[in-house]
Nanobody, 116 residues
């Protein structure tokens, strides 16, 4: 059973940092790219980043370039989204996703709120 679970969200002040984690199980994690999305209230879900199985980052949305970085630990079946210099507009629920066999599998999300 494919499962993704995000963690690490919370309340952070503008300019602060958070590290989100995505714990994966039920598939060969090291073979698949991992996507990070976010959805703010009243807005559509937005692709934020993608990390390849090798750990190479192949996509970062322009609004987070220079502030967010991705990594993964294939031995631990974990992916990470490091959020630095956060802004109020980064407030959203953050999700990780994997595409397997034509299906998309999502985690339940973790809420990030950037506010002073």
């Amino acid at each position: 059973q494919v499962q993704l679970v995000e963690s690490g969200g919370g309340l952070v002040q503008p300019g602060g940092s958070l590290r989100l984690s995505c714990a994966a199980s039920g598939f060969t994690f090291s073979n698949y790219g991992i996507y990070w999305y976010r959805q703010a209230p009243g807005k559509e879900r937005e692709l934020v980043a993608r990390v390849e199985p090798s750990g190479i980052v192949t996509y970062l949305v322009n609004s987070v370039k220079g502030r967010f970085t991705l990594s993964r630990d294939n031995a631990k079946n974990m992916a990470y989204l490091q959020m630095n210099s956060v802004k109020p507009e980064d407030t959203a629920s953050y999700y990780c996703k994997v595409n397997l066999g034509g299906n998309a599998y999502w985690g339940p999300g973790t809420q990030v709120t950037v506010s002073s």
